[in-house]
């Protein structure tokens, strides 16, 4: 729950979610409300998507579809589960889920950070383009597909296909990987990765809760980037 | 798109507010699906009686159906009319005989399941029309799967709504498309199954109805659906004594389950579920890709 009383509260069982959202794209890094508490959210798409300052927002309850997407700037909390896509195509800020995401958690965002206190189900990182991403529990299969830039960080275990046609995107996995897809391989887990694991998870304020050692490093082969005959089948 | 709807009682007290549950978790999937709707209830059963639920066009005389279809020793047949279904209760070693007659003497009539606590209704239009249509609201039973459709693969028909029988007391809603539907109807056509229509969920249903024929269970036949069904799929199955739900190896449709002691639900969407007693503090899961899950009652 909150540490700090809201400036603005928005309760969607009697307020219509499109005003929420049109409040919440008004507002600026001069507006006098910069803490913003939402209540009843009952699984409803589209909860504080668009937000372009750097507002806090509390959402109490379980969100669905692309929370916080396109998010710039914001920090948004999410105190339960998001449903598809949260904090998709994010630009910058920072978006935690208190509980479980489902699938497609971060797609295609371009900067920020995305913490996951959960699980992520499938495709999680799916073409992200510089987010970081931090899941202490699991992801589901083809986690980080066609990822090209950031860090995706797990603390339990992906599934199949891990880092399927991966381009520059950095993944680290403490527990198992079920399988990787096509292109991505286990790497060497040098002093400058174990730093850049270090930084991310600091900014994350996890600096200290698991041991840096006991991650996996996965990446991208570089076998795909270009089209030749031999990789036919891999594509 | 598609909605699907399912909620199994633990607790009995609850068992009164069914189909008012059930009406409102259909209500909430509108959006996914907007063109038909449909569920299966299982309710109250008499040991040796089957229910037979029949469809037939609005205004139909069903009184006159049952009268004709009584016998010196069992009288009428009991009858429930709900809007353009009715559900006829006939001694189960009478069954065979009766669908005969109706298919011989009534093709007006069909036949959209039977078991011996399942009654399945389904319609065109928006799923609150479907629902007060039935009174749904005013079922009760132990669990029941419903379905919104938003159709893809075949025309919006009664025919093509969901839920599709599976067998006695059997049925099964689907959100997906399957790839091979025409290609496996034909061999199980072979086989000697009949299929109503060219819907591909129709083909699923068939084939596990033909993989428990061969003796397999509901688990055992979903376990092989994974391997013989090409294409998307989340199921809801529903039987006799409870639900099962499966989802292809991609997870390609989305699937929320909640528990708690009182009952398990799955929708579509964590939205269908909020109306639910104590969701807040229900356990919420996804259904993890082609795995068999299962619920059932005691017996």
Redesign the interface.
């Known amino acids: 729950m909150n540490a700090v009383m809201p400036d603005t509260t928005f309760d969607l069982g009697t307020t219509p979610l499109r005003e929420l959202n049109a409040a919440l794209h008004k507002a600026s890094a001069e507006s006098n409300a910069r803490r913003w508490r939402v209540l009843n959210p009952?699984?409803?798409?589209a909860v504080a998507v668009g937000i372009h300052a750097p507002l806090t927002v509390e959402i109490e309850?379980?969100v669905?579809?692309y929370c916080a997407g396109m998010n710039a700037e914001a920090s948004i909390i999410v105190h339960g589960?998001a449903?598809?896509g949260v904090a998709e195509n994010m630009m910058s800020g920072f978006v935690h889920v208190k509980?479980?995401a489902?699938?497609s958690a971060g797609a295609t965002a371009h900067g920020g950070m995305l913490l996951i206190d959960g699980n992520a189900?499938?495709r999680c990182g799916i073409s992200m383009k510089g987010v970081d991403i931090v899941v202490k529990g699991s992801v589901?299969?083809?986690s980080a597909f066609m990822g090209q830039s950031g860090a995706l960080i797990v603390f339990g275990d992906a599934g199949e296909a891990l880092g399927d046609s991966l381009y520059e995107a950095k993944l680290f996995v403490r527990g198992t990987v079920k399988s990787l897809g096509a292109d991505c391989i286990a790497k060497e887990m040098r002093d400058e990765h174990k730093a850049l694991l270090h930084d991310k998870l600091t900014a994350a304020g996890l600096a200290g809760s698991v041991d840096i050692s006991e991650f996996k490093r996965y990446g991208s082969a570089r076998n795909l980037y270009n089209f030749h005959v031999d990789n036919v089948d891999a594509y | 798109m598609c909605g699907i709807v399912g909620l199994f009682l633990k607790d009995q007290k609850l068992e009164g507010e069914l189909g008012a549950m059930l009406a409102s978790m259909l209500c909430t999937m509108t959006g996914r699906g907007p063109d038909s709707a449909g569920f299966a209830v299982y309710g109250a059963g008499a040991p040796g009686q089957v229910k037979l639920s029949l469809r037939a066009a609005k205004g139909y005389d069903f009184p006159a159906l049952a009268q004709g279809l009584s016998v010196p020793a069992d009288g009428v047949p009991a009858l429930s009319i709900r809007g353009t279904h009715a559900v006829i209760e006939v001694p189960a070693a009478r069954e065979a005989q009766v669908r005969a007659f109706l298919a011989a003497r009534h093709p007006e009539v069909a036949v959209v399941g039977s078991g011996t606590r399942m009654e399945i209704f389904k319609e065109v239009g928006l799923p609150s029309a479907v629902a007060e249509a039935f009174a749904l609201p005013s079922m009760r039973g132990t669990h029941g799967i419903g379905h919104t459709r938003m159709a893809t693969e075949s025309a919006v028909t009664t025919a093509g709504a969901h839920p599709f029988s599976t067998g006695t007391d059997q049925c099964l809603v689907h959100n997906g498309s399957l790839s091979n539907h025409n290609g496996l109807r034909r061999s199980l056509a072979y086989q000697g199954m009949t299929f109503e229509t060219e819907n591909d969920s129709e083909v699923a249903a068939g084939y596990l109805t033909w993989r428990m024929k061969q003796g397999a269970s509901l688990g055992d036949a979903l376990e092989a659906g994974l391997k013989d069904l090409d294409g998307f799929f989340t199921f809801v199955v529903g039987t006799e004594s409870g639900f099962g739900v499966l989802r292809d190896p991609i997870a390609c449709k989305p699937a929320v389950m909640a528990e708690t002691d009182q009952y398990v639900a799955f929708g579509s969407e964590y939205r269908a579920l909020i109306g639910l007693p104590g969701i807040d503090t229900a356990r919420v899961f996804e259904p993890e890709p082609a795995t068999v899950y299962f619920w059932e009652r005691a017996q």
């Open positions: 009952n699984g409803r798409h309850g379980n669905g579809y589960n449903g598809q509980g479980d489902s699938q189900s499938a589901g299969h083809m």
